[in-house]
């Protein structure tokens, strides 16, 4: 894995080491200040653009067109909320996927199949232990975001969300997030109203250089991916990660969100 990733300055292959346990104290707190950790030059020099050139052939001829209409928590209905609630805004997103069993030979693969990085991943994350999914459509996605389109404000199902920029955009594509908008107890309705209005002050944006790993708080940090505009597409790598093993998505999941299952 030294030829994919910077193990001197992040010594994952290390984990007794002092080096280690300073990195991963280091994510913990940027996680509780600031809802999320990134790592720049994760992957060493070239390898994140040589990962997003190999994906390329396949991204602009069979990768899936993800255009839909959807409010932050991608449901019809939510309790304890009317359907004109300014919280179930639609709002329009558009990408294009590939999926794991698109990406066989592709570093991002190798990556995240890599026991350490798991590994890692939990200390910093505070879990006992993180597992790949099963689902082999899922498990590792590679999205891009083309000439005028973004991913629009929206919460995640997993906790955490994993990734990596391999290819940044000429123009636009920044990481917009508010941290800590709402929690299992509270889902802040009025809150979250707030920043689909653009009203929240709390609302950070983050541009990471191709190369920089970002884990941040999916599932309670609303996010968003700004218009990006120019010929060079946006290109990340989302790594899905569970603290159980066996995960897959069902036939309906797969095929809202890849146009396509394994059945």
Known sequence: MNHLLDLKTYPLDRPDSPEYASLVKKCQEDLDAEGMFNLPGFFKPGVAQAAADAANPKMATESFRHARRHNVYFKDTMPGISDDHPAMTKLK?????????????????????????????????????????????????????RDGEGLNWHFDRSEFTTTILLQAPEEGGQLEYRKNLRTADDQNYDGVADVLLGKDPEIKQIMPEAGALNVFRGVNTAHRVVPMRGGIDRMIAIFAFFDRPGVVFSEEEQMGFYGRTLA
């Open 93 to 145: 997103t558009v990408n294009h996927a590939l999926c794991a069993d698109q990406l066989q030979g592709n570093a991002v693969i190798d990556v995240y199949e890599w026991a350490p990085f798991a590994a890692f991943l939990a200390a910093a994350m505070g879990k006992d232990k993180l597992y790949t999914m099963d689902d082999k459509l899922a498990r590792v996605n590679l999205q891009a975001t």
